[in-house]
């Protein structure tokens, strides 16, 4: 029993339950950088860390994705039911979800030290 609650205690350290939103009363700025100034800009190092962590999760998800219909399509192949799946589309959600919350805690880190950076919404 003792086992089970340290290994939810594990779980939830590395999926947290929610990721924290940023502050919706905060009016975003109202003058946006272009290109050119945010690339002359102090803050490009930052930006482009971001753009690169971002650009390693997405291909992390789209890996995961492709592992996904690649195992679908070997087990329709072999007569295995589709059911089985269950436990390769749980790891394929639970990795879009971690992915999910890491950009939102990236974006809020950004956001807090280069406030005149904005991203859409």
Do not use: W
């Amino acid at each position: 029993r003792l086992v089970r609650e340290e290994e939810e205690e594990y779980d939830e350290e590395l999926f947290p339950p929610s990721a924290p939103r940023p502050d919706s009363t905060k009016k975003p700025m109202t003058t946006t950088m272009t290109l050119e100034e945010l690339l002359t800009s102090d803050d490009r190092n930052d930006a482009v860390l971001f753009l690169f962590s971002l650009d390693e999760l997405m291909s992390t998800i789209s890996a995961q994705n492709k592992m996904l219909v690649n195992n679908i399509r070997d087990n329709r192949r072999q007569g295995i039911p589709e059911s089985a799946m269950v436990s390769n589309l749980l790891e394929t959600a639970i990795t879009t979800n971690f992915a999910i919350q890491q950009v939102q805690q990236l974006e809020m880190e950004l956001l807090s030290q280069h406030p005149h950076l904005s991203t859409p919404c």
